[in-house]
């Protein structure tokens, strides 16, 4: 059982939005602002999306944006594309003895 | 541009013991954190083990605590993880990870481990 719980799994069509939530406790999610999204496409390396809640690193899509409110963490994706299909995991900084907690994903699939 | 490369997975015993390595380019790898993380087949994301930049602090997963054990060679731009006394549910992808602004960052492709006899 992982330590943040997301939704199994969403849809949505193309050109549609989709929210992902993650939810943790006040010992991770709702303590710190330190909340990380990745997306993993089949068979390849998770990338970094959103982090810090809400930042986006260079060269990750405007498309993709993140929340937060008390324990629970969202991301949100405009604008689907066929390309966006992919699994998707929260993360939260927990502490020093937790370090990173991570959700169970999310599989996105685009109609 | 950030480079991560990890090796030396396998198949190994229950009980068995291996060691794996991620090599490191494209940044200045003594100045940076680095972070373990595995994957089960089919499963979620597990964070394993940290070491600061210096190599002076670690912590590692309740999962793996007193098996395993975290290293760097900041001269060979290196990371390892020693892992022992290997259980069936240590079988996962595991993933070496650079820090960037105090998240996992930046990802290697990944190494299989398979515990089975």
């Known amino acids: 059982q992982s330590a943040l719980t997301q939704p199994a799994s969403v849809s949505g069509s193309p050109g549609q939005s989709i929210t992902i939530s993650c939810t943790g406790t006040s010992s991770d999610v709702g303590s710190y602002n330190l909340v990380s999204w990745y997306q993993q496409h089949p068979g390849k390396a998770p990338k970094l999306m959103i982090y810090?809640?809400?930042k986006r690193p260079s060269g990750v899509s405007n498309r993709f944006s993140g929340s937060k409110s008390g324990n629970t963490a969202s991301l949100t994706i405009s604008g689907l594309q066929a390309e966006d299909e992919a699994d998707y995991y929260c993360?939260?900084?927990?502490?020093?003895?937790?370090?990173?907690?991570f959700g169970g994903g999310t599989k996105l699939t685009v109609l | 541009q950030v480079q991560l490369v990890e090796s030396g997975g396998g198949l190994v015993k229950p009980g068995g013991s291996l060691r794996l390595s991620c090599a490191a380019s494209g940044f200045t790898f003594s100045d940076y954190y680095m972070s373990w993380i595995r994957q089960a087949p089919g499963k979620g994301l597990e964070w394993v083990s940290y070491?600061?930049?210096?190599?002076?602090?670690?912590y590692y997963a309740d999962s793996v605590k007193g098996r395993f054990t975290i290293s760097r060679d900041n001269a060979k731009n290196s990371l390892y993880l020693q892992m022992n006394s290997l259980r069936a549910e240590d079988t996962a992808v595991y993933y070496c990870?650079?820090?960037?602004?105090?998240?996992?960052?930046?990802w290697g492709q990944g190494t299989l481990v398979t515990v089975s006899s």
């Open positions: 993360c939260s900084y927990a502490g020093s003895s937790t370090f990173w907690v």
């Open positions: 070491i600061s930049s210096s190599g002076s602090t670690i």
């Open positions: 810090e809640v809400s």
């Open positions: 990870a650079r820090d960037y602004q105090d998240t996992p960052g930046y």
